[in-house]
């Protein structure tokens, strides 16, 4: 069963923080320079979120990244 992954870029402040600790999911957008979800997961990317979903085996460090995320712009369903 597939994680739902949502990154709110509205809220995001570009810390860094998912990117370095689930980077196979979460990376910098060179355009914004918010977070979005990496290609091999993402299923929408617009101005505002990036969602996507996320294989079992990942979810470790997605939960990780969600938790640690200062301004809850993750969240995991």
């Known amino acids: 069963m597939a994680l739902k992954v949502e990154v709110d870029k509205d809220a ?3 810390c860094g923080l998912c990117w370095s600790l689930c980077g196979d999911v979460f990376e910098q957008d060179p355009e914004t320079g918010k ?3 990496t290609a091999q997961y993402i299923k929408q990317d617009d101005p505002s979120k990036s969602t996507g979903e ?3 085996e990942l979810s470790g460090c997605v939960n ?3 938790g640690s995320c200062p301004v809850n712009a993750i969240k995991v369903s």
């Open 64 to 66: 990780d990244a969600a």
């Open 54 to 56: 996320v294989p079992d």
């Open 35 to 37: 977070t979005r979800i």
């Open 12 to 14: 995001c402040i570009a």
